[in-house]
């Protein structure tokens, strides 16, 4: 889940001041309301616990947005709010626990009656249907409708832009070439997958996989039905099994969804399906969609990026206590390529952590509230094997150690300094300005770089090419990350795994290719017990940053907005910090 991002270009002092404003605010703003509900709740009133809990039935759930979803077809989403979203009409086998935090990180049944059988050599998982679940139109769910909609995702020819876990685990030989040239009556030609009858499913996985329920929580794993499957267009009007359906879509414009009256709540113990109807407002301008959410016109911002500056300090001084200040599960990061002289040197890399200023990289982010904490390693702390106390360059003190930064130049072969380029992109304003709070501080060790700002639109081309990184001397990279699920393997292997490096989409920026952290992620894969696997994970990543082939700025964190009408409201880690929509209510 890489995509989510922006655009930057804001001088740090301009990021500082806003940061300021920030902390001068902290303390104001009580329980007001929003000028169209009732009482707020109360500042992260929606953190590590439900906020407003009602099981009141009715009233329209308002979303608004400046980005529309990648698509909104199960196995072509990507974006995690489509992933949030997409439960009011797609139904999985399991999901993550509908509960605060990291209650969510667990996965329970959905669809099926339980979380599946395993076989001893844990290659075999074997699920059973629960009763009553049923299509839009009132057919049943089949087990050979899960199988189809699994099927999909092998189209990539087609149905292209989704996760490809599934893929990975169940077929890495990319044998099966998905169901539009499948040559099998029945279209369910992928053998991985069996279905006995039309309430049993069987998925044999190619090697042991201690996340392969993660991978069945994703959308991508929800059911199709054949014969309302329309290929690329399916996203334009997905066929629900889940508590609502779509009534309309106009692209970039609005979506509204109402009941599914088909749906049955007997059969469905995740969702509440309070709100009568539920839609999506698109804008353009993020301010204006701020200042609509801060008037209580909306509930809330769809991809929960966070306020805007101005929105932001607007809702801090009198609207406090509509906001919450969730961890995303993301770490903005700096990436040192070993294709680029002089990064092939890790006393190199361990110069430029050392010169950093990070308290200045984390108001470059916005602050410690809308920027995060300041980031010590590669995992952040919403994934299993997170350390809090592991920070083995003293990050958390803040301040450059200038006289550590030499000591490196100097075992490097270059005491005096040396010239790069740092890489980012044109349409992300933080990422520039951690460019710059970059630039001024390694200036100070005779470390000379120039900015490059490219076409954030054109990331996987540029940044994600390692010809084009060497080309372009981009020794510095600044980026982003997010995990497709809460676990080493969905955080840490695309960024550090060599065998996950790329010629095109690249993720593993530094280019790292070191078998011992190879065998730690095999090892960690292959491991059932989420903490056994958490711990071989941290292993992995202190290896990563024994080599300093990172530097994290911070693990972030965002504002975002509630409004005074909802209800059962929490932020849940298995969201990247967003809030759990299909828990959502309104009050009349």
Known sequence: MATQGNSRRRLTATAALVAAALIGVAGCGGGKGDSKGGKAPGYNAGINKVASPSTKKGGELKFISTQDADSWDPQRGYYGFMWDFSRYYVRTLVTPKPAPGAQSSEVVPDMATDTGTVSPDKKTYTFHLRDGLTWEDGKPVTTQDIKYGIERTWAQDKISGGPTWLMQVLDPGREYKGPYKDTTSDKLGLKPI?????????????????????????????????????????????????????????????LALVRNDKWNQSSDPIRKALPDKISIKFTTNADDMDSRLINGEYDLDLAA???????????????????DNPQTGFIRFAAFPKSVAPFDNEHCRKAVIYASDHTSLQTARGGPEAGGDIGTSMLPPVVKGYDANYDPYQLKQGKPDLAKAKEELKACGHENGFKTTIAVRNNKQPEIATAE??????????????????????????????????????????????????????????????????????????????????????????????????????????????????????????IIWRSSRLTNVYTADAYNGRYDYAALGVTR
Not at 197 to 226: C, E, W, Y
Not at 241 to 252: A, E, I, L, M, W
Not at 440 to 464: H, R
Not at 512 to 541: R, W
């Open 194 to 254: 069996e279905t006995p009858d039309a309430k049993t499913i069987v998925f044999h996985l190619a090697k042991p996989n201690g996340d392969f329920l993660q991978m069945l929580a994703l959308p991508a794993a929800g059911p199709v039905r054949q014969d309302k499957d329309t290929g690329e267009k399916y996203g334009l009007h997905p066929f629900s099994d889940g508590p609502y359906k779509f009534k309309s879509y106009d692209s970039n414009k609005s």
């Open 437 to 558: 709070s970059m630039q001024a501080a390694l200036k100070k060790v005779g470390i000379d770089t120039q900015i490059d700002q490219y076409d954030g639109a054109q990331s996987t081309g540029i940044v994600g090419s390692p010809k084009n990184v060497k080309a372009k001397n981009y020794g510095i990279i600044i980026f982003g990350w997010g995990s497709d699920f809460p676990s080493g393997q969905g955080f840490l292997q695309p960024l550090a795994d060599g065998r996950f490096i790329e010629q095109s989409g690249n993720q593993n920026y530094p280019e790292i290719s070191d078998p011992e952290i190879n065998k730690l992620f095999d090892e960690g894969i292959a491991e059932s017990d989420p903490a056994k696997a958490g711990a071989i994970f941290q292993e992995a990543d202190k290896k990563v940053m024994e080599g300093a082939w990172y530097m994290p700025f911070t693990y972030e964190k965002n």
């Open 305 to 323: 990026t966070g306020m805007g500056a101005a929105g932001r300090q607007k809702a801090m001084q009198s609207n406090k206590a509509n906001l």
